[in-house]
């Protein structure tokens, strides 16, 4: 895609710190990184969404952002990592090529996700459940 920053990044276009790259995917440092070493691994094909990402594509980035991920805590004094995804903007998701965020984490790193946790109201959770689970039938016969 002619605009999309990834795809030139991708093409060489604009500079990047790659660290890997195959036939399908293309990973290179953050340049904003909540830790230092924090990756974004991404399809080469553009994608806005991950939904639309075709199956071997998707499980190639998983399986090499894990990969890094265990090579970013041997590589400094990091115990652990996040595998973050944005997709949309109410998620956060600012460049609209899909990626997925390895992010490096020590215990002691000072970042912490502003995660809530709401309670249920008796009987909504199975309700949800019930309603997800219909739909997704339907859109996996699909
Ligand atoms: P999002 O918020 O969309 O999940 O994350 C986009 C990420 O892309 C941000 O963490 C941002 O720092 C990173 N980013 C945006 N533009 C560039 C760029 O030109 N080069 C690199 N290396 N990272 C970028
Ligand atoms: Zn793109």
Redesign the pocket.
């Known amino acids: 895609m002619s605009d999309c920053?990834f795809c030139k990044?991708i093409a060489g276009e604009?500079p990047?710190?790659k660290i890997y790259e195959d036939e399908l995917v293309y990973a290179?440092?953050?340049?904003?990184p909540i830790n230092f070493g924090h990756t974004?691994v991404i399809p080469k094909e553009h994608h806005q969404s991950a939904a639309t990402i075709p199956e071997e594509t998707a499980g190639r980035m998983f399986r090499i952002a894990s990969r890094i991920g265990i090579l970013l805590k041997r590589l400094d004094e990091f115990d652990a990592y996040n595998l973050?995804l944005?997709d949309g903007s109410a998620a956060?998701?600012?460049?609209m090529h899909a990626?997925l965020?390895v992010i490096p984490r020590g215990a002691e790193d000072g970042f912490r996700w502003n995660w809530r946790q709401l309670k249920y109201p008796e009987g909504k959770m199975m309700e949800i459940a019930e309603e997800i689970s219909a739909k997704l039938k339907e859109k996996i016969t699909q």
Do not use: M, N, P, T
């Open positions: 920053i990044i604009i990047s710190a290179f440092l953050d340049i904003s974004l973050h944005a956060g998701q600012v460049v990626h965020h």
